[in-house]
Nanobody, 127 residues
Framework: VQLVESGGGSVQAGGSLKLSCTAP????????MGWFRQAPGQGRERIAS????????YYTDSVKGRFTISRDNERSTVYLQMDSLEPEDTAMYYC??????????????????????WGQGTQVTVS
């Protein structure tokens, strides 16, 4: 399964970026779609997820109020709108697909990374 990500780049602090992730329809439908990030020398961090069946979302505390995850069911695509970006947001951002609703909205999706599909990653750099 291929998850196609786009939208990364370099911005100044306070700026905005919008990431997108498109999945095959059979993967996107009624599934947990989420975003992780990994900064150099650090582990992967869950930042936001959305359950495509009902639109319920989860955000980690560090991005609440700044990032917004949304979905377009017709395009089998999820978006991550990132506003008020900070240098600490600099990382490689990965899209994921997989896991039940409960894990999705509680912030525990992809606890077994091998049970999820992963995108190739898109770099976000904030200076």
């Amino acid at each position: 399964v291929q998850l196609v990500e786009s939208g990364g780049g370099s911005v100044q602090a306070g700026g905005s970026l919008k990431l997108s992730c498109t999945a095959p329809a059979y993967t996107y439908s009624t599934n947990c779609m989420g975003w992780f990030r990994q900064a150099p020398g650090q582990g992967r961090e869950r930042i936001a997820s959305i359950y495509t069946g009902n639109g319920k979302t989860y955000y980690t505390d560090s991005v609440k109020g700044r990032f917004t995850i949304s979905r377009d069911n017709e395009r089998s695509t999820v978006y991550l709108q990132m506003d008020s970006l900070e240098p600490e947001d600099t990382a490689m951002y990965y899209c994921t697909a997989g896991y039940p609703e409960e894990d999705c909205i509680q912030g525990s999706w992809c606890s077994n990374p091998e049970s999820c599909y992963w995108g190739q990653g898109t770099q976000v750099t904030v200076s």
